[in-house]
């Protein structure tokens, strides 16, 4: 099992940032993808952004060029910086992992990300 733990979020005006973190635990060999999706009240979960294994990098539209995802492979940590952002970036933001061998993946629990004057 693979224990995924969020932190970072919360409330943010308009045009400010927020770091998300979510650190990675238990009977990790090696970790394959790492991504950030959301969920914004009455909307299905969404792609943010993924890192692959070997740092390979997607975003969706809605947050290119404002949000960056990064990994720390020794601390089995996966990072998102967000600037600039906008009151439809309002959502809980879950972490995503799957292991390299298995692809079994996994999920964390989700941090609110709330953005307003």
């Known amino acids: 099992q693979v224990q995924l733990v969020e932190s970072g979020g919360g409330l943010v005006q308009p045009g400010g940032s927020l770091r998300l973190s979510c650190a990675a635990s238990?009977?990790?060999?090696?970790?394959?993808?790492m991504a950030w999706y959301r969920r914004a009240p009455g909307k299905q979960r969404e792609l943010v952004a993924v890192?692959?294994?070997?740092?390979?990098?997607n975003y969706a539209d809605a947050v290119k060029g404002r949000f960056t995802i990064s990994r720390d492979n020794a601390k089995n940590t996966v990072y998102l910086q967000m600037n600039s952002l906008k009151p439809e970036d309002t959502a809980v933001y879950y972490c995503?992992?799957?292991?390299?061998?298995?692809?079994?993946?996994?999920w964390g629990q989700g941090t609110q990300v709330t953005v307003s004057s």
């Open positions: 995503y992992t799957d292991q390299y061998y298995t692809g079994r993946g996994y």
């Open positions: 238990g009977s990790i060999v090696r970790l394959n993808s």
């Open positions: 890192i692959g294994s070997g740092g390979t990098l």
